[in-house]
């Protein structure tokens, strides 16, 4: 089994920063692509940054400047730097890896999601 787990969220005053984890464990080949997507209240989930194994990065626009996606593989972990947060920021960020496990197809994982709030 693989499990994906995330921290590093909680209440931040707008201009702050958080910096979230996200680290994936268990019966893995390879780790592929890993990525944060968030989800508002009311809204759909959308992906905020993605990062693949060997360092190519893309952003929603809405964040681009302002959050940094990076990755330590030997740690099969992923991590969001959030800097000048923003209200429209709050949301539930979820940690998505594309994983190859030993003889089966790749396939994404998702973690439990941890809550951002951004507010005065």
């Known amino acids: 089994q693989v499990q994906l787990v995330e921290s590093g969220g909680g209440l931040v005053q707008p201009g702050g920063s958080l910096r979230l984890s996200c680290q994936a464990s268990g019966s893995m080949f390879s780790v592929r692509t890993m990525g944060w997507y968030r989800q508002a209240p009311g809204k759909e989930r959308e992906l905020v940054a993605g990062i693949s194994r060997d360092g190519r990065i893309n952003y929603v626009d809405s964040v681009r400047g302002r959050f940094t996606i990076s990755r330590d593989n030997a740690k099969n972990t992923v991590y969001l730097q959030m800097n000048s947060l923003k209200s429209e920021d709050t949301a539930v960020y979820y940690c998505?890896?594309?994983?190859?496990?030993?003889?089966?197809?790749?396939?994404?994982?998702w973690g439990q999601g941890t809550q951002v709030t951004v507010s005065s």
């Open positions: 998505k890896a594309d994983v190859q496990r030993w003889g089966t197809p790749p396939r994404d994982y």
